[in-house]
């Protein structure tokens, strides 16, 4: 199976829950479980290969330029990761099957799961780390949503920021350093930068990439000083936690360490960070964990200090190291998802996981002692079973480091870790299961059924079968340390088994299991000393950092996004001119190499109505009405040096823009007055004119510099101009660029209007439905109106030219790949056409005979041009590239066919769409009460004997 459709399986499976929940918990749950093993299944096809030391990749250049590439890689390391996120996953499916009530939306469940487990396959598959990025950023999103799926729990919508608020910052320093690591290998493709350690060690930005990428590992994977997410995102439902703690989220940022270790690892820097951070998180979690009285809470801060161990022994920079990590992240995957599943079975039978309140299940719940039994002492590292193998090594491996010239520091604490580890252990055993059964459990406990502790049990088989046999195990952990070493250094010459001999580290291993049960039996007096004791709560920082962010962002918005737009105005204006006279005055400029165009009286003329109604506008800017024929006219001047410059095309589109515009805006003016009011006093008022004079000189001499001077780089005009015929089938280069070279772009834009359009409808919408309504049909003019609102003789104008306009419109619209026209000026113009109907003979008549929804031509206008831009995958070329040929049907002589006119044609309905549409929201909102709806198209008549002047027509 393609690594692609790996990835995108469980992607694609997130719709399915969503759909088959309608046809009951059962279907909802199997339909989730047969897509997760379809792709299982697929991974499984590649173990040959990837254990005889090959690898799968998968490869498509998407954004190449950008070094944005759709790759997959599949090595030891990704299957190993890929085999726990799909095969704990399946097992976490059916667990929350039985586990969800019949008040949990089941569908919404299974979704957020699905993109989750997708989000993980996409990072431990990834060769792009850029799309690894992106991957990565989405796993912190799902989670937020997993995390909180209770949204009626204060506390998992807590639990749900808090996750997503640590580590999506961590994951913005991640950005930053994986963006040094591109810089500095050149590629952003993760098997080039592994193949790059000396390039990448001895660069300058080794360091900062490397505590960027640090911080994005350690938020991620919860290390000191950000473990406190951690135990907060317990408030999910137990199948979440059970998922997150084991196989996914909290192993994202151990597996980065790990795939990134031949490249950042054997440097003073990566040893004393990644140890220190550790060693420390390994002991706090441990510490912690003992003297917590929730069962999840517990789990939680021991998964804090297991992942404090594998990421201390990634630190140590050796091959024994790094074998010991890779193994004890399988263990820990097996065993902590037992146990949180065990949990929530007690939770959910018992109605309760406080510790206190529980004790004596071992009779009533057997099935579940055992497996949590099994599962939690493999934790405390107990012989014959796996997490008893790790921990030896990880032992072992901390026996024979040195930290900061103590060469007894890391042996010490890594005991120390590893006693307080068995002690919570024991304590999760003794103080839940262990003892006389109790009468006042808030639910009477049982063993669930067997859909509930399948999945756990099937775990504790693999904890015993790894414990007892560990050569099944070999030949995995073999093949992805080797990976993870990337032939830096080489294996290790050892063999995982039970037996090796009286060593320190078993030394060490007795030592932690003899003091967890000691510290187990003295228990109760170390818990009223640990609550006794002052200490920094993690969560109670973090909020208080959050509110200061908080406070201190409220008061720079106070200060600077105050709702005045002059003050935006004036400090964006102040910044830009700044920037320029700086670079202007500390840079260098070459001479002129062109000479200044003739200046005709045309010219000057043109330029002298354009500067005149600018000023005069600033003068009467108060006068909407003024302001708005003054902005016309300027419009009119600006399409006129478009024409005198030979560019005919923007002309065309600024003229049609302008008369749109003036109408729309002379009908959102019959809602304001006629003047606008003195806000600003004459020394704001200079100040604003001092900085729009700056900014207008300094614009001015920029665009004088560039235009006297060659171009630095070659103009891509010239290749538009060589170009617009050959590989667009047309010589209006603009218009060729618009549907073609630039198609993409015009796409989003035709969009972007409609959406525009539909904004206005839907708020026209919101007022006519509120009581603004009887104020806007109650408002009485300010001004006496015509007695005649539709006159005779704009009503036959306006049919006489109706054709004509639709004729021209045509006409523009056929031409425009060749001459200039196209689609959008085409569109503009029958706009025109159909709103002076409206204008003439009012809204109401001309409506009466609208036959198709403006919504509806919008639509139709983005869906041609967008299936014009797919019918080129057909033949193999990039969305919207053109096709053309030249036929002949007799009589008429040859003539051109271009698939642009396609595209060309949805430009042409979305934008009489959109405008018809912001016609007739406005239209709506200018109807009062005293108009009466006429079914006439004018309102005086001479053919009709009996003529009703009386009133006005809407």
């Known amino acids: 199976m393609s690594l692609f459709l790996i990835v995108a399986l469980p992607f694609i499976g997130a719709l399915m829950p969503g759909l088959m929940i309608a046809a009951g918990r059962r279907a909802c749950a199997l339909a989730t479980l047969w897509v997760t093993l379809a792709a299982f299944i697929g991974l499984l096809t590649h173990v040959p290969t990837v254990m005889a030391g090959g690898i799968v990749t998968a490869r498509m250049d998407w954004l190449p330029g950008l070094g944005l590439n759709a790759n997959f890689y599949l090595d030891g390391l990704g299957l190993l990761f890929g085999l726990m996120i799909l095969g704990i996953g399946m097992l976490v499916i059916i667990y929350g099957r039985y586990y969800l009530s019949r008040e949990d939306n089941m569908g919404e469940f299974y979704s957020y799961l699905r993109l989750f487990q997708g989000a993980m396959i996409g990072v431990v598959l990834c060769d792009n780390i850029l799309m690894l990025l992106v991957f990565w950023e989405l796993t912190s999103l799902s989670s937020f949503l997993l995390i909180g799926y209770w949204k009626h729990l204060p506390e998992g919508r807590q639990g749900a920021r808090m996750a997503l608020t640590v580590t999506g910052m961590g994951g913005l320093a991640m950005i930053g350093g994986m963006m040094m690591l591109g810089q500095i290998v050149g590629s952003y493709d993760l098997t080039v930068i592994l193949e790059n350690r000396e390039a990448i060690q001895a660069s300058p930005l080794y360091l900062p990439a490397l505590i960027l990428i640090l911080l994005g590992c350690f938020t991620k994977s919860a290390q000191f000083p950000f473990h406190f997410w951690l135990p907060h995102a317990m408030a999910a439902p137990t199948p979440v936690s059970a998922y997150l703690h084991s196989a996914t989220m909290v192993k994202a940022g151990i597996f980065l360490m790990a795939r990134l270790w031949p490249v950042l690892s054997g440097t003073d820097a990566w040893f004393y960070i990644v140890t220190t951070a550790g060693l420390v998180t390994m002991v706090l979690g441990a510490v912690i964990g003992l003297f917590k009285h929730d069962l999840k809470a517990l789990l939680a801060f021991s998964t804090v200090s297991h992942l404090g161990l594998i990421t201390m022994l990634l630190g140590t920079g050796t091959s024994y190291g790094a074998m010991a990590a890779v193994f004890h992240i399988m263990n820990h995957a097996t065993f902590k998802a037992a146990l949180f599943m065990t949990a929530g079975i007690v939770d959910h039978e018992a109605h309760t996981r406080h510790i206190p309140a529980l004790g004596g299940l071992r009779k009533l719940m057997p099935v579940t002692f055992t497996i949590a039994t099994i599962a939690a002492l493999s934790m405390a590292g107990i012989p014959l079973l796996n997490g008893f193998l790790s921990k030896e090594m990880m032992l072992e491996e901390a026996a024979h480091t040195t930290l900061y010239a103590t060469p007894w520091l890391v042996p010490v604490l890594a005991t120390l870790g590893a006693l307080f580890s068995a002690a919570y252990s024991f304590r999760f055993i003794v103080h839940t299961f262990l003892g006389p059964v109790r009468d ?461 006119m396609g595209f060309d044609l949805g430009v042409f309905l979305a934008v009489v769409g959109a405008v018809m549409l912001s016609l007739h929201s406005f239209s709506r909102l200018a109807r009062t009460a005293d108009m009466n709806v006429s079914e006439h198209a004018m309102d005086i008549d001479p053919s009709r004997p009996e003529d009703d002047t009386n009133g006005q027509e809407a």
Not at 678 to 689: A, N, P
Not at 718 to 728: D, I, M, P, R
Not at 877 to 882: D, I, Q
Request: hydrophobic residues 55%; charged residues 10%.
């Open 440 to 900: 006042d459990y808030p639910a009477k406990p049982h063993d669930p059924n067997f859909g509930m502790y399948f999945s756990p049990a099937l775990l504790t088989v693999l904890v015993v079968l790894i414990g007892i046999a560990p050569f099944v195990a070999e030949p995995l952990v073999f093949a992805v340390t080797e990976d993870v070493l990337g032939g830096i250094l080489p294996l290790p010459d050892v063999h995982l088994k039970i037996w090796h001999g009286l060593t320190p580290a078993l030394m060490m291993s007795a030592i932690a299991v003899v003091g967890g049960l000691i510290l187990l039996a003295i228990f109760a007096p170390l818990s009223r000393g640990w609550d006794a004791a002052p200490r920094p709560e993690a969560k109670a920082i973090f909020d208080r950092i959050i509110a200061a962010c908080v406070y201190a962002a409220q008061g720079v918005t106070r200060r600077l996004h105050d709702g005045s737009l002059t003050r935006y105005a004036a400090i964006f204006g102040v910044t830009v001119v700044a920037v320029g006279l700086h670079a202007w005055t500390t840079g260098s400029i070459g001479p002129e190499t062109r000479a200044l165009t003739p200046v005709t009286p045309i010219a000057i003329a043109g330029w002298l109505l354009l500067v005149g109604a600018a000023l005069l506008l600033v003068i009467h800017h108060r006068n909407r009405l003024r302001a708005l024929i003054l902005m016309g006219v300027i419009g009119l001047m600006v399409s006129m040096g478009f024409n005198f410059f030979s560019a005919p095309d923007l002309a065309l589109t600024q003229i049609s823009v302008e008369v749109v515009t003036i109408i729309l805006m002379l009908l959102a003016l019959n809602f304001l007055p006629n003047t606008t009011p003195v806000e600003s006093g004459g020394l704001r008022r200079l100040r604003d004119g001092v900085i729009a004079v700056a900014g207008g000189l300094a614009s001015s001499s920029l665009i004088y510099s560039i235009l006297m001077r060659d171009f630095a780089s070659p103009s891509i005009s010239e290749y538009h101009l060589a170009n617009s015929y050959k590989g667009g089938g047309g010589t209006n280069v603009v218009n060729v660029i618009l549907v073609d070279f630039r198609g993409f772009d015009t796409f989003g834009e035709i969009i972007v209007l409609g959406i525009a359009a539909l904004v206005i409808y839907a708020l026209t919408e919101t007022l006519l439905s509120s009581p603004v309504r009887a104020r806007l049909l109650n408002r009485k003019p300010d001004q006496p109106r015509a007695g005649d609102a539709h006159p005779l003789m704009m009503v036959v104008m306006t049919r006489v030219m109706l054709p004509l306009f639709l004729m021209v419109g045509v006409s523009i619209f056929l031409r425009g790949h060749n001459q200039p026209g196209g689609g959008f000026i085409a569109g503009l113009i029958v706009a025109i056409a159909v709103v002076v109907q409206y204008m003439a003979s009012g809204f109401a008549w001309a409506d009466a005979r609208q036959r198709f929804p403006y919504h509806g031509i919008i639509g139709a206008g983005v869906l041609v041009a967008g299936l014009t831009g797919i019918g080129a995958w057909y033949a193999g070329k990039p969305f919207l590239t053109s096709a053309f040929g030249y036929f002949r049907i007799p009589p008429m002589e040859e003539f051109e066919l271009a698939t642009a």
